[in-house]
């Protein structure tokens, strides 16, 4: 994908929506796509191998959690931002439905883009609110 195609598909992303053109190319430049063939498992619940910040770019994958599927992502869907955030395990495994293709953020560049861009840690902060209202929500009603 041309860099200014990723810049475009990267901005709609809810992380990276107020960033600017030029952190927008910082963005870009610190990450790189990767292809994953159907039934490969991205990451894994328990590895302590927190390596990168993914976002989904084409395809989708099924998150698990303790056995259980919890939901299904899709483009602009992103993983990976737990354990590079507080250095514990993955809490879930991501396997890709099909061919599946993510703009992949090693760990110092993700957490050198939050120390930088300030806007990408209140939105995540929201997306991670989100989340956990959601599982909230659905263990209420169990």
Do not use: Y
């Not at 107020?18 to 063939?37: I, N, P, Q």
């Not at 084409?58 to 931002?81: L, N, Y």
């Not at 090693?106 to 861009?117: G, T, V």
């Amino acid at each position: 994908m041309k860099t200014t195609q990723l810049e475009d598909r990267l901005s709609q992303v809810d992380l990276f929506h107020d960033m600017s053109d030029k952190a927008l190319r910082r963005l870009v430049g610190s990450g790189r796509e990767v292809r994953h063939e159907q039934d490969h498992r991205v990451i894994g619940e328990g590895s302590d191998l927190s390596l990168a910040f993914h976002v989904i770019l084409e395809g989708h994958a099924v998150v698990t959690s303790v056995g259980m599927e919890r939901r299904i992502m899709g483009p602009g869907d992103h993983f990976g931002e737990i354990s590079l955030i507080d250095g514990q395990p993955r809490s879930a495994t991501v396997v890709a439905q099909g061919p599946l293709r993510t703009f992949a953020i090693p760990r110092e560049a993700f957490q050198l883009l939050l120390d930088d861009h300030p806007e990408i840690a209140r939105n995540l902060l929201q997306v991670l609110c989100r989340r956990l209202r959601q599982i909230e929500a659905s263990t209420a009603k169990k």
